[in-house]
């Protein structure tokens, strides 16, 4: 943080503003402080370039957040700090959205308003110093500065560093693009904003060849990459669609999880399915490679129930989840509803003339039972499926309910 400082307060109301310029004045000696009213505020930030801008709410509210959103459109660098008469949550709410980084009530302490300041230009050098850095690694050619992501040439560099450096032993690499007919209306620009709504902190990502993207995502498990996937065509925009190849990086060099998930790209690329795992993902052998079954009468009942768990845990739910989501827009005037506890795991499919459902029953020892069920004019027959534990997979279980799903569609009456 500087010795001294450039500070602009932005007012329509002369007494308060005087009343704030001494505040700040006799607590910040050796900054300079700038008034200024609304008409003049975007030539005193062009001309004084403050560090902190407090913005004191203007009578019409749309003003200020005009004002405040033409700020940050024009100068990211500074910290705008946000001066209410009253607390009213939406118009606060609408003040972060465009950008304040702060807010505080004209009427508190005079310390209170001071602190905020502070901290604030604090923020401001770690982010002047976090922009000065991002220059030197656009120039060095790591970071590609249209979308903020490592560029191609530093991707093995950069992700080999932080598996070692992090000692990373679980998670999932993958590698994303948009499918043809999303590539023909297609932003790299907007595909960046919608990765990065999507991905945790720690996520890593960097550029591939072509439209594509390498993300590495630690200590995460396929289904939860897939939800991150679908986040990701969630934020881009309606009917957009991706495709994915997905592995494990743990104990393998960047050759190998790189040409993995090329290959497994390819495979989705070439296919109807949005993505595919590589072969070589380890992760549902790893879980059920106690279970190989010999004679069922020689297990003990309490590991299967313990794997079975394990199953609506890390598969059924999430699987149960995401196509709940997935259809619900799809399927007009169709009410889906599921859930899953102790005994079954329940999808169900309902309109005015129609209702399915999908129960996953656990009988016991090694395999479990789904019971397909319809009620309604000019229903499919009801059927019953037994699967072995082991076979419970996301893929499987996507495949077995979106047929259901199709069941339910081919036979519904308007």
């Keep these: 943080m500087n010795d001294k400082n450039n500070i602009l307060l932005i007012s329509d109301d002369e007494k308060l503003s005087i009343e704030l310029h001494e505040k700040l004045v006799f607590m910040r000696k050796n900054d300079n402080v700038i008034v200024s009213n609304y008409e003049h505020a975007r030539r005193n930030i062009q001309f004084y370039l403050p560090e902190i801008i407090l913005v004191h709410e203007a009578s019409d509210k749309n003003k200020t957040i005009k004002l405040i959103s033409d700020i940050m459109k024009n100068d990211e660098s500074s910290s705008v700090i946000l001066l209410v008469d009253n607390y009213d949550s939406d ?92 590539k023909q209306q297609f932003s790299i620009e907007k595909f960046a904003k919608a990765v990065n709504k999507s991905l945790r902190a720690y996520d890593l990502v960097t550029m591939a060849k072509g439209a594509k993207l390498y993300i590495l995502l630690p200590k995460t498990d396929v289904d939860d990459a897939i939800v991150v996937l679908d986040k990701i065509k969630a934020n881009y925009g309606k009917n957009f669609k991706l495709k994915a190849g997905l592995t494990n990086f743990y104990k393998k060099s960047f050759e190998k999880i790189e040409h993995e998930v090329l290959h497994a790209l390819s495979e989705a690329v070439y296919s109807e399915e949005d993505y595919v795992v590589a072969q070589s993902y380890k992760k549902q052998d790893t879980l059920d490679e106690w279970l190989q079954i010999g004679d069922d009468s020689n297990k003990d009942y309490k590991l299967f129930r313990q794997m079975f768990n394990k199953k609506m845990e890390k598969v059924i739910t999430p699987v149960f989840y995401r196509l709940q989501k997935a259809y619900e827009e799809k399927l007009f005037g169709t009410k889906i509803e599921q859930y899953t506890d102790e005994e079954q795991c329940v999808f169900t499919l309902k309109n005015r003339k129609q209702e399915s459902s999908l129960r996953i029953v656990y009988p016991g020892f090694a395999k479990i039972v789904i019971y397909i069920t319809h009620k309604g004019l000019e229903s499919p027959e009801d059927s019953e499926l037994s699967l072995p534990l082991t076979k419970i997979t996301s893929k499987e279980l996507i495949k077995i309910i979106e047929d259901f799903i199709k069941e339910f569609k081919n036979t519904s009456i308007d």
């Design 91 to 182: 118009f606060i709410l609408n003040a972060y959205e465009a950008g304040i980084a702060d807010f505080t009530d004209v009427a508190a302490a005079d310390f209170e308003i001071v602190i905020r300041t502070v901290n604030n230009l604090k923020n401001v050098s770690v982010k002047y110093k976090a922009t000065r850095n991002f220059r030197l690694l656009v120039q060095a050619g790591i970071i590609d500065e249209l979308t903020g992501f490592y560029s191609f040439n530093a991707a093995q560099r950069v992700i080999e560093n932080e598996i070692n450096y992090n000692l990373l032993d679980n998670g999932v690499f993958m590698v994303v693009e948009p499918d043809e007919d999303s």
